[in-house]
């Protein structure tokens, strides 16, 4: 089993960066797809990225592209999510996510089996 702890949210201005982190620990972690998924209050969760075990292959949501950046560090427990140009529609509370399925199937909420606790992330106008 694979727990997840995400870290890095926080409250900034419109146009402002943060960088979130999930960090890994369990089972082998480097075979598995990462993904980052948001919910902002009183709408469904949606999918913002996701990455490949390999680092190699990303995928972004529309709304994001461009501005958020994905990536995994050297050992593979962990991963990042650059997030520049903030804009106050992506105030929502962020998760990570793992799943040992494929990169093709990184969009699909339902098809990941271990979360993190989620982060705050907050952007005033």
């Known amino acids: 089993q694979v727990q997840l702890v995400e870290s890095g949210g926080g409250l900034v201005q419109a146009g402002d960066s943060l960088r979130l982190s999930c960090a890994a620990s369990?089972?082998?972690?480097?075979?598995?797809?990462m993904g980052w998924f948001r919910q902002a209050p009183g709408k469904e969760r949606e999918f913002v990225a996701c990455?490949?075990?390999?680092?190699?292959?990303?995928d972004y949501a529309d709304s994001v592209k461009g501005r958020f950046t994905l990536s995994r560090g050297d050992a593979k427990n962990t991963v990042y999510l650059q997030m520049n140009r903030l804009k106050p529609e992506d105030t929502a509370v962020y998760y990570c996510?793992?799943?040992?399925?494929?990169?093709?199937?990184?969009?699909?909420?339902?098809?990941?089996?271990?979360w993190g606790q989620g982060t705050q992330v907050t952007v005033s106008s």
């Open positions: 990455i490949s075990w390999s680092g190699v292959s990303t």
């Open positions: 369990g089972r082998t972690f480097s075979s598995y797809t």
């Open positions: 996510a793992a799943t040992p399925k494929p990169l093709w199937v990184g969009k699909m909420w339902h098809e990941y089996d271990a």
